[in-house]
């Protein structure tokens, strides 16, 4: 058995572009200067490392090791190198299809497999993913479960093919239809990639098909070649296993050899040639799509596979070309021309082959034509311009951000650890990447632009709207693009539940009894500091050095609920142009400084605040919040700029008319509050409220209600809090409270009769569900343990009736939910899904059942599990940042205390099941909700009628 002991020294890498200089303004403050750091400072800031050990078993199952003991947690990831580039023709769709089945049983997990364990230990919900070269499984538990785990990942590999019969391979082939559905069959331009690969791939390229296949090959799978599958690709020898975070490498390698080592190796497996896409010549085709209601525009060219020598330059490329209001895209199809509000470009890249892909949405009314003509004209700017090197320089100061973040968990960790090694067999290899990224020139830039875009034949689509074939490009053909019908009763009934006979599967140990936990995990709550400045700016903060990075936020109250309710979009386009510019600088150059110092800033309007999220290296956090100060009180109001906000605006409104799932979300918020209600509004606003919108209304906004006594900071990252609150002196002294006065907090508004609404959305494949009505607030004494109540309905993910009955049990939907929201004010209980169009009815039927079943058979052992995730959980409840910043909210929000989390714990391990059955019975009556469909009018409004809440209203879009 071979081990290798090796650290990854990632900061290091980048000791070049620590050095880098962040240039100034003329008129910034000299103070910002001292902000540069040399290369010597630089170096010294870098001492991140991961190290990680790795061996192989003599099965060939490469086993990576990282330890991270600053959260009681660990990470379990299981890659198998085999993606949709492995399946054959006829029979596409598989490796996604496995990655669906794996969860669902094995010989020793049994029933329910690993999601059923999932939610006895606490775990973050086992998840996975398929691409065109891989899919994994991977999922952060409490650390005590580490050898439930690695029991549990072994018995997937070695004792779980038995398990699949008939009627589990059926099922499951509805919920990956429905998965489709979904994401690319009603979805707005969800055809694009399925139209690009056909013609940017010849037939025989193991990329001209889509990872989630085709619902043909779905359905004609048969067990048999669900088993040849697996016994080929799903070997030790084919599987990378990452463990990483808090445990004890020693006795994880005896695990590890104990569960998996008596698997047997597969057949040796090849690798996949590299091997680019090809187009003989320019290929144009166009799609009347049913769900898009403007015209985009998609331009491929076949590229360079990941990790080419040629991808770093690429990457570079299509970020210079799209980002940032300096970029030849934005000069030209935005400023300029005023064709639309963005211009997507991204290398993309995969193992075998790589695409580089620019993709315009066009405004109504504009034709792709024109588009074309003006991506001809910014290319032919960008080739007389070229990149300067303070633009490389600020495209790499962010790609160093990036790749912080990428790392601020285990999880992130054990991915990138797995990804390397599949890729290259050297989970180290992040060093050489890190160089190659810093090792590109702009002359490097220019060259890859020659070599696979200038000149080049490329695949271009146009996706229009329905009887708008006119505003395509030119020359066109039409897309071969298969629409699925929707038969009511086209599908057979199943029954998963029916338990497979076999012979068991052989084991030298006795796998049948799951392994028992390990040490307790001791919960670490973070130490949260706090402070208030002179101007009442509420500050609240967490340490935490595992990355040099800083988040932080500050929320100012108000928000929409500030607005005029016959106006609304006014908080929404002032926040967003907050960042087009200062007084100061232009909104070029703010974007550049920003940029150069590796940071994001973004402003943002919720329904209850004004929102400044910022992200930034710890060692910029002084330049970065010198340039927040800047934005907050200085904002620069360019005519010019809200011109093209408003358009982006009205374009962004537009484009919601024909997302079922906005639909449904904008129509629910008017059924829930009323239409008298602001909060009932879109926070967009409407194309009539936003075309009457001027600059003044934002100004109006701006100085009336941004205010620090009704604003709160939150501060987490690698600075501790003297330096936090030194830093804040100046805003201290600039930003002048005044009073703002904010709405009362909303009271419940109880309904009194169930009532079927539905919004027409014709021909489509599924139906958007959205039931529920307004219920607690945040600090309601009932909201918590309403929460606790829901977790088995349809907060427990796999472990949630809702989601056993509907997704597990019928194949209806891919996923469904519940859950009670709330803040100071009442929020609502909502049960939302998507579920094939021709069972509509019978959804809404089984969850009308759900609910007035649930208090008589919720059952001892669902207290059990619902107690034993929320309290084992909370060993990772503040793992990452995200988690982190939303503690701070909690507890300046709602004046928690920091031991919240152990209060809550108090609650869920005295709850009764009486109390939950009386919790059931007073906030789950499907007799008081509110019922909304979006679907297919002509198949599915008539239906409704039997649900038994009388006639269903039609409401217009």
Same mark, same amino acid.
């Given at each position: 058995?071979?081990?290798?002991?090796?650290?990854?020294?990632?900061?290091?890498?980048?000791?070049?572009?620590?050095?880098?200089?962040?240039?100034?303004?003329?008129?910034?403050?000299?103070?910002?200067?001292?902000?540069?750091?040399?290369?010597?400072?630089?170096?010294?800031?870098?001492?991140?490392?991961?190290?990680?050990?790795?061996?192989?078993?003599?099965?060939?199952?490469?086993?990576?090791?990282?330890?991270?003991?600053?959260?009681?947690?660990?990470?379990?990831?299981?890659?198998?190198?085999?993606?949709?580039?492995?399946?054959?023709?006829?029979?596409?769709?598989?490796?996604?299809?496995?990655?669906?089945?794996?969860?669902?049983?094995?010989?020793?997990?049994?029933?329910?497999?690993?999601?059923?364990?999932?939610?006895?230990?606490?775990?973050?919900?086992?998840?996975?993913?398929?691409?065109?070269?891989?899919?994994?499984?991977?999922?952060?538990?409490?650390?005590? #479960?580490?050898?439930?785990?690695?029991?549990?990942?072994?018995?997937?590999?070695?004792?779980?093919?038995?398990?699949?019969?008939?009627?589990?391979?059926?099922?499951?082939?509805?919920?990956?239809?429905?998965?489709?559905?979904?994401?690319?069959?009603?979805?707005?331009?969800?055809?694009?990639?399925?139209?690009?690969?056909?013609?940017?791939?010849?037939?025989?390229?193991?990329?001209?098909?889509?990872?989630?296949?085709?619902?043909?090959?779905?359905?004609? #799978?048969?067990?048999?070649?669900?088993?040849?599958?697996?016994?080929?690709?799903?070997?030790?020898?084919?599987?990378?296993?990452?463990?990483?975070?808090?445990?004890?490498?020693?006795?994880?390698?005896?695990?590890?050899?104990?569960?998996?080592?008596?698997?047997?190796?597969?057949?040796?497996?090849?690798?996949?040639?590299?091997?680019?896409?090809?187009?003989?010549?320019?290929?144009?085709?166009?799609?009347?799509?049913?769900?898009?209601?403007?015209?985009?525009?998609?331009?491929?060219?076949?590229?360079?596979?990941?990790?080419?020598?040629?991808?770093?330059?690429?990457?570079?490329?299509?970020?210079?070309?799209?980002?940032?209001?300096?970029?030849?895209?934005?000069?030209?199809?935005?400023?300029?021309?005023?064709?639309?509000?963005?211009?997507?470009?991204?290398?993309?890249?995969?193992?075998?082959?790589?695409?580089?892909?620019?993709?315009?949405?066009?405004?109504?009314?504009?034709?792709?034509?024109e588009v074309a003509a003006a991506v001809t004209e910014a290319f032919a700017k960008f080739e007389k311009?070229?990149?300067?090197?303070?633009?490389?320089?600020?495209?790499?100061?962010?790609?160093?951000?990036?790749?912080?973040n990428s790392l601020s968990s285990v999880l992130g960790k054990s991915s990138q650890l797995a990804e390397?090694?599949?890729?290259?067999?050297?989970?180290?290899?992040?060093?050489?990447?890190?160089?190659?990224?810093?090792?590109?020139?702009?002359?490097?830039?220019?060259?890859?632009?020659?070599?696979?875009?200038?000149?080049?034949?490329?695949?271009?689509?146009?996706?229009?709207?329905?009887?708008?074939?006119?505003?395509?490009?030119?020359?066109?053909?039409?897309?071969?693009?298969?629409?699925?019908?929707?038969?009511?009763?086209?599908?057979?009934?199943?029954?998963?539940?029916?338990?497979?006979?076999?012979?068991?599967?052989?084991?030298?140990i006795a796998r049948a009894t799951e392994p028992a936990y390990g040490a307790a995990a001791e919960v670490?709550?973070?130490?949260?500091?706090?402070?208030?400045?002179?101007?009442?700016?509420?500050?609240?903060?967490?340490?935490?050095?595992?990355?040099?990075?800083?988040?932080?936020?500050?929320?100012?109250?108000?928000?929409?609920?500030?607005?005029?309710?016959?106006?609304?979009?006014?908080?929404?386009?002032?926040?967003?142009?907050?960042?087009?510019?200062?007084?100061?600088?232009?909104?070029?150059?703010?974007?550049?400084?920003?940029?150069?110092?590796?940071?994001?800033?973004?402003?943002?309007?919720?329904?209850?605040?004004?929102?400044?999220?910022?992200?930034?290296?710890?060692?910029?956090?002084? #330049?970065?919040?010198?340039?927040?100060?800047?934005?907050?009180?200085?904002?620069?109001?360019?005519?010019?700029?809200?011109?093209?906000?408003?358009?982006?605006?009205?374009?962004?409104?537009?484009?919601?008319?024909?997302?079922?799932?906005?639909?449904?979300?904008?129509?629910?918020?008017?059924?829930?509050?009323?239409?008298?209600?602001?909060?009932?509004?879109?926070?967009?606003?409407?194309?009539?409220?936003?075309?009457?919108?001027?600059?003044?209304?934002?100004?109006?906004?701006?100085?009336?209600?941004?205010?620090?006594?009704?604003?709160?900071?939150?501060?987490?990252?690698?600075?501790?809090?003297?330096?936090?609150?030194?830093?804040?002196?100046?805003?201290?002294?600039?930003?002048?409270?005044?009073?703002?006065?904010?709405?009362?907090?909303?009271?419940?508004?109880?309904?009194?009769?169930?009532?079927?609404?539905?919004?027409?959305?014709?021909?489509?494949?599924?139906?958007?569900?959205?039931?529920?009505?307004?219920?607690?607030?945040?600090?309601?004494?009932?909201?918590?343990?309403?929460?606790?109540?829901?977790?088995?309905?349809?907060?427990?993910?796999?472990?949630?009736?809702?989601?056993?009955?509907?997704?597990?049990?019928?194949?209806?939907?891919?996923?469904?939910?519940?859950?009670?929201?709330?803040?100071?004010?009442?929020?609502?209980?909502?049960?939302?899904?998507?579920?094939?169009?021709?069972?509509?009815?019978?959804?809404?039927?089984?969850?009308?059942?759900?609910?007035?079943?649930?208090?008589?058979?919720?059952?001892?052992?669902?207290?059990?599990?619902?107690?034993?995730?929320?309290?084992?959980?909370?060993?990772?409840?503040?793992?990452?940042?995200?988690?982190?910043?939303?503690?701070?909210?909690?507890?300046?929000?709602?004046?928690?205390?920091?031991?919240?989390?152990?209060?809550?714990?108090?609650?869920?391990?005295?709850?009764?099941?009486?109390?939950?059955?009386?919790?059931?019975?007073?906030?789950?009556?499907?007799?008081?909700?509110?019922?909304?469909?979006?679907?297919?009018?002509?198949?599915?409004?008539?239906?409704?009628?039997?649900?038994?809440?009388?006639?269903?209203?039609?409401?217009?879009?």
């Amino acid at each position: 058995m071979k081990i290798a002991t090796t650290s990854l020294l990632i900061a290091a890498a980048f000791s070049s572009a620590n050095a880098l200089p962040v240039m100034a303004a003329a008129n910034d403050k000299p103070a910002q200067a001292n902000n540069v750091m040399t290369k010597a400072k630089a170096n010294a800031a870098a001492n991140l490392k991961v190290d990680y050990q790795k061996f192989s078993l003599a099965n060939g199952l490469e086993v990576i090791f990282h330890v991270d003991r600053s959260d009681p947690v660990v990470a379990v990831n299981l890659t198998a190198h085999v993606g949709s580039a492995r399946e054959k023709a006829g029979r596409t769709g598989f490796a996604h299809l496995f990655e669906h089945l794996l969860f669902l049983e094995s010989e020793n997990l049994g029933k329910g497999g690993l999601d059923k364990m999932t939610a006895r230990i606490g775990g973050s919900g086992a998840n996975g993913s398929t691409s065109q070269d891989r899919t994994n499984y991977l999922q952060t538990v409490p650390k005590d #479960a580490l050898e439930k785990m690695i029991w549990a990942e072994a018995d997937k590999l070695g004792w779980f093919i038995n398990t699949v019969t008939d009627q589990v391979l059926a099922k499951e082939k509805q919920v990956v239809k429905n998965e489709k559905r979904q994401s690319v069959d009603n979805n707005p331009y969800g055809h694009t990639s399925y139209v690009i690969d056909k013609a940017l791939y010849p037939a025989d390229h193991p990329y001209n098909w889509q990872v989630i296949g085709s619902l043909e090959d779905l359905q004609n #799978a048969t067990v048999d070649d669900v088993k040849e599958f697996f016994r080929r690709w799903y070997v030790p020898n084919n599987v990378t296993l990452v463990i990483a975070g808090d445990f004890d490498t020693a006795q994880a390698k005896k695990w590890v050899e104990k569960y998996f080592g008596e698997i047997k190796r597969g057949e040796e497996i090849k690798p996949i040639a590299k091997r680019a896409g090809f187009v003989k010549e320019t290929v144009k085709l166009y799609h009347e799509d049913n769900f898009a209601r403007v015209p985009a525009l998609t331009m491929v060219w076949p590229a360079v596979e990941q990790l080419h020598a040629d991808s770093y330059a690429l990457d570079v490329l299509s970020e210079y070309l799209s980002r940032g209001k300096k970029a030849p895209f934005y000069k030209v199809l935005v400023e300029d021309k005023k064709l639309t509000s963005n211009v997507s470009i991204g290398n993309r890249t995969s193992e075998v082959a790589g695409q580089f892909m620019l993709s315009v949405r066009a405004f109504d009314g504009k034709s792709l034509d024109e588009v074309a003509a003006a991506v001809t004209e910014a290319f032919a700017k960008f080739e007389k311009e070229g990149i300067a090197e303070k633009d490389l320089n600020r495209i790499k100061a962010g790609q160093e951000t990036q790749f912080y973040n990428s790392l601020s968990s285990v999880l992130g960790k054990s991915s990138q650890l797995a990804e390397y090694n599949y890729l290259t067999g050297n989970p180290g290899f992040v060093e050489q990447d890190i160089k190659n990224i810093l090792a590109v020139t702009p002359a490097d830039v220019m060259r890859v632009y020659e070599k696979y875009i200038k000149g080049k034949n490329y695949v271009a689509t146009s996706f229009v709207p329905k009887g708008k074939v006119a505003v395509a490009l030119s020359g066109s053909t039409k897309a071969e693009v298969v629409e699925e019908k929707i038969v009511q009763g086209a599908e057979d009934a199943v029954d998963p539940s029916i338990n497979a006979t076999y012979t068991k599967t052989p084991s030298k140990i006795a796998r049948a009894t799951e392994p028992a936990y390990g040490a307790a995990a001791e919960v670490k709550l973070p130490t949260v500091w706090n402070d208030k400045l002179k101007n009442g700016l509420r500050v609240y903060g967490i340490q935490n050095a595992e990355v040099p990075l800083v988040q932080f936020e500050i929320l100012i109250d108000g928000g929409l609920l500030l607005e005029d309710i016959n106006k609304v979009g006014v908080a929404n386009l002032m926040a967003r142009m907050m960042t087009q510019g200062t007084a100061k600088k232009t909104p070029q150059e703010l974007e550049e400084a920003i940029q150069q110092l590796g940071a994001s800033i973004n402003v943002n309007a919720r329904t209850e605040d004004i929102r400044i999220t910022v992200n930034t290296l710890a060692r910029n956090y002084a #330049a970065t919040l010198a340039l927040v100060e800047e934005i907050l009180l200085e904002p620069r109001w360019d005519e010019k700029e809200f011109s093209l906000l408003k358009q982006s605006v009205l374009s962004q409104i537009r484009q919601q008319d024909a997302n079922p799932n906005m639909l449904a979300a904008i129509a629910y918020s008017k059924l829930i509050y009323g239409n008298e209600n602001i909060r009932s509004r879109n926070i967009l606003g409407s194309a009539e409220t936003v075309n009457a919108i001027n600059i003044e209304d934002l100004k109006a906004y701006y100085s009336k209600n941004l205010s620090p006594s009704v604003a709160r900071m939150h501060v987490v990252g690698a600075l501790p809090k003297a330096s936090i609150s030194h830093s804040l002196s100046e805003l201290a002294k600039k930003w002048q409270a005044k009073k703002v006065d904010l709405p009362a907090p909303m009271k419940a508004a109880n309904l009194s009769t169930a009532k079927v609404y539905f919004v027409d959305v014709p021909d489509a494949k599924q139906s958007v569900l959205q039931i529920g009505y307004p219920a607690l607030a945040a600090t309601d004494k009932d909201f918590y343990a309403a929460t606790v109540m829901n977790y088995i309905l349809g907060g427990g993910g796999f472990a949630s009736r809702l989601t056993q009955q509907l997704r597990e049990g019928k194949g209806y939907t891919y996923g469904i939910r519940s859950g009670f929201s709330g803040s100071r004010s009442v929020g609502d209980f909502s049960i939302s899904s998507g579920v094939r169009s021709n069972v509509t009815l019978e959804s809404a039927q089984l969850i009308k059942q759900i609910l007035q079943d649930y208090a008589v058979t919720y059952s001892d052992a669902d207290l059990a599990t619902t107690k034993s995730f929320l309290i084992k959980s909370n060993a990772r409840a503040f793992e990452t940042f995200s988690a982190k910043l939303g503690m701070l909210e909690n507890i300046s929000k709602y004046d928690w205390t920091a031991n919240y989390v152990k209060e809550r714990e108090q609650i869920v391990k005295t709850m009764t099941l009486e109390q939950i059955k009386a919790l059931s019975q007073k906030y789950l009556d499907p007799n008081k909700m509110i019922w909304l469909v979006v679907g297919d009018a002509k198949t599915q409004l008539l239906r409704m009628k039997e649900l038994g809440f009388g006639e269903p209203v039609l409401l217009s879009k």
